[in-house]
């Protein structure tokens, strides 16, 4: 079993160098901001040769950095995606827990997991807070550099990302509500919603 799981809500929205995060007090029930805090995320994904998993839209990636360091799996589902989660392993091993490759041998088989990218991102992240300080939301603004580690191809670009917290609105109707009116001031701070799905269909081209 992993350590933990989670339904990840979020948007992604491309900026470019010289947008500045807007003020989000007042969309939805966000009454409160944190001060930003700055963290380098690193993580390396894996899959098959031929990106079985990618194309499933199934991302593996053991991640150094940040508050939830570690490994996920990131399935696809009917409202966001299923986050699973595993620590690191001793000394900080980047070798799969068994756990974690039995959760997809029914979808790769025997086929044999090799690292496909390196994303680094330099992430500042700001919690959103309803006015009892429960954490509805965090805006990350990640300045991002990818390689694409089976040809080689390397990328940059800077993206903000909306994600739901634990605080969020129970229905979906208000969770699409909340993030609505959090995404019309990020556009009318310049950003663009992103024609990507995740950083690593990005760093891949796909």
């Known amino acids: 079993m992993p350590n933990h799981s989670q339904i990840e809500i979020e948007r992604k929205y491309d900026v470019d ?20 805090a700055t963290a380098e995320l690193v993580a390396v ?18 991640r150094h950095g940040g508050g939830d360091e570690g490994w996920h799996v990131k399935l696809p589902g009917d409202e966001g995606r299923t986050e699973l989660h595993w620590p690191l392993g001793a000394g900080d091993s980047d070798d799969p827990p068994a756990e974690l490759l039995a959760t997809l041998r029914d979808r790769i088989g025997d086929a044999r997991l090799q690292p496909i990218a390196r994303v ?15 954490a ?7 300045h991002v550099a990818s390689e694409n580690l089976s040809t080689g191809g390397v990328r940059q670009w800077r993206e903000w990302e909306v994600e739901l917290l634990g605080g969020a609105p129970d229905t979906r109707e208000g969770r699409t509500v909340l993030l609505d009116e959090i995404e019309q001031r990020l556009l ?7 024609a990507s799905s995740s950083k690593l269909a990005r760093a891949l081209g796909l």
Request: with cysteine; glycine share 6%.
């Open 17 to 36: 160098d010289s947008a500045v995060p807007p003020r989000l007090v007042g969309a939805g029930a966000v009454a409160i901001e944190s001060d930003p």
């Open 45 to 62: 994904y894996i899959d098959t040769a031929d990106l079985a998993l990618a194309r499933d839209r199934i991302a593996v990636r053991v």
């Open 136 to 142: 509805v939301a965090e805006l990350c603004d990640d």
């Open 188 to 194: 009318d701070a310049g950003a663009v919603v992103s």
């Open 120 to 134: 680094t991102n330099l992430r500042t992240t700001v919690i959103l807070q309803d006015a009892a300080g429960f």
